[in-house]
């Protein structure tokens, strides 16, 4: 096929390369992620956390790892095979494959697309498959009922994500997200947009299926939800996928909120320090409020959550993009993109 | 051809396939779910990434989702659905002649389509240019298809409410507004 000739193996080769360069660090930021979250918890519950492996417990994340490497994948003989192994692996490569679009900083971007943002959308409302694929195929009632509560759930709570996004969208007027940064490059849109900022912290929450909306891996009631039959390999891509998402979200918050990876006053001390550092900075500081929210506050009923969702961040979201739109028309403040 | 199209439209082909012909119908929609997803590749490889996202965020991740749920829950055999079909026999080949004659006829007038869709192209992306020409020329049917979504919703709305007796309901700013002064009395009990 003339498709393989010299030119295009090059090209691959090099497209490989970039994309190891970003689940590489991807991957230790996830392995990281989990030995912080134990370590904020234990802080907040007073006690030391994980000490022992390593410096502090630094390589706690690693020793885990290899401990579900060396287990026993166990496929229940009830279930429905091909759909039970395949549903983590959709899990794990939906929460990777988002980190294509994502602008670390000005010139760090895999691929800059016109649809950025609605291509992030898109595959975080895709992401609701691994769940129900997995609480179907493991023919177990737990698992099902906890796929069902998951993606009620995530779908409730992408309309008003969807929201918040036309919000900040109506301001940039753009849908690429290396343009919603440099819009906010006087002011970041947490301050004008506070509300929505709350609105999508809290969305993401739920949209993540963490704490205080963990109800699909309820362990009171539902022992472990949607992966109670998963042991080994087949866990541990949940639970990588569960926490690259959590970084995905926090990192779709730097962007629409926190100004990606521009400094906070645009002045020379400022500069000097390079975008991508402030960029996880402020990831940092958005995921540290998951694992705060975490160890504080107690989990919702189901009820509540979804009167949270449909009667209190729907008509909110939904005021605050009328009003958005009408600011921005009465002040003649709407942008206008030519490119 | 681009190898990418053959790809795609090649499994969208066989996934439409295996919907109608697989024997599990949660299999069918994974199945469909999987056309929607490469029918979305398509879209992309045309230049209209617009409605590529637009396809996966409605269909695929709300639409399809609503679909699955049904499905598990119902929990239809296969021979079940064999002998609803054929009750939809003459319904369905109807729909799926209309639909027919309708390809035939837009890829018979291809040059007219790409005519308009040239004639006023210019640098913007192809989301602003929905926008331009959704927003202005076709603002009114565009409207119109709103409100008929508004009335079917609450047509599903008003057919599926109940109410029931008896439930205890949690109003959470009655709890909330609830004061110590309210709900605590303080009786001294003093000496005989």
């Not at chain 1, 990588?240 to 990606?260: C, K, N, P, Q, V």
Request: some cysteine; overall charge neutral.
């Amino acid at each position: 096929m003339e498709v393989l000739n010299l030119e295009n193996l090059k090209y691959l080769f090099i497209l490989a390369l970039y994309v190891l360069a970003i689940i590489g660090p991807l991957l230790v930021a996830v392995a990281f992620l989990t030995y912080l979250e134990r370590k904020v918890i234990a802080l907040v519950q007073y006690r030391k956390g994980p000490n022992v492996v390593g410096f502090f417990g630094l390589l706690q994340p690693f020793a885990d790892g290899v401990k579900l490497f060396s287990k026993e994948t166990i496929i229940p003989a009830s279930s429905s095979k091909l759909i039970f192994v395949l549903a983590p692996m959709i899990s794990f490569s939906l929460s990777l494959i988002a980190w294509s679009v994502i602008p670390v900083s000005e010139n760090l971007v895999l691929s800059n697309i016109n649809v950025g943002i609605l291509y992030l959308f898109a595959v975080s409302s895709l992401s609701i498959y691994g769940i129900i694929m997995a609480g179907w195929a493991s023919n177990s009632k737990y698992a099902f009922l906890g796929a069902l509560r998951s993606a009620a759930q995530m779908v409730s709570y992408e309309v008003s994500i969807g929201f918040v996004i036309v919000t900040v969208l109506l301001c940039v007027g753009s849908l690429n997200l290396s343009n919603i940064v440099l819009a906010q490059k006087g002011c970041w849109y947490v301050f004008p947009l506070f509300p929505m900022f709350v609105v999508f912290v809290i969305s993401a929450l739920a949209e993540t299926n963490r704490a205080p909306f963990d109800l699909p891996e309820d362990e009171s009631a539902l022992v472990a939800g949607y992966f109670t039959e998963y042991s080994s390999m087949l866990f541990a891509m949940f639970f990588l996928g569960e926490y690259s998402a959590m970084i995905l979200m926090s990192s779709l918050g730097t962007i629409l909120f926190l100004g990606g990876w521009l400094p906070p006053f645009d002045n020379e001390l400022f500069n000097v320090i390079p975008g991508f550092i402030w960029f996880f900075l402020k990831v940092g500081l958005l995921l540290f409020i998951f694992l705060w929210v975490r160890a504080t506050l107690p989990r919702f009923r189901y009820d509540q959550l979804m009167r949270l969702g449909w009667k209190v961040f729907l008509p909110l979201s939904l005021l605050w993009v009328v009003l958005t739109a009408t600011f921005l028309i009465f002040f003649d403040l709407l942008p206008n993109y030519e490119s | 051809m681009n190898v990418f199209f053959i790809l795609f439209s090649s499994i969208t082909v066989l996934s439409s396939v295996a919907v109608i012909s697989s024997r599990n119908p949660v299999h069918s929609v994974f199945f469909l779910i999987l056309a929607f997803v490469n029918s979305a590749g398509i879209f992309v490889l045309a230049g209209a990434e617009f409605l590529a996202m637009i396809l996966l965020i409605v269909y695929v991740g709300a639409v399809a989702v609503l679909f699955l749920f049904v499905v598990m829950m119902l929990n239809i055999g296969v021979d079940e659905i064999k002998v609803q079909a054929k009750k939809y026999m003459f319904s369905g080949f109807l729909v799926a002649l209309i639909l027919l004659l309708e390809l035939i006829f837009s890829f018979s007038n291809l040059d007219v389509i790409y005519q308009t869709s040239n004639s006023n192209f210019n640098k913007l992306s192809n989301t602003h240019e929905i926008g331009k020409v959704l927003y202005t020329e076709y603002f009114l049917p565009f409207q119109i298809a709103g409100c008929i979504l508004l009335v079917a919703m609450l047509g599903a709305i008003i057919l599926t409410l109940r109410k029931r007796e008896g439930v205890l309901r949690q109003n959470i700013t009655e709890q909330v507004s609830r004061e110590k002064k309210d709900s605590i009395e303080i009786i001294k009990v003093g000496k005989e």
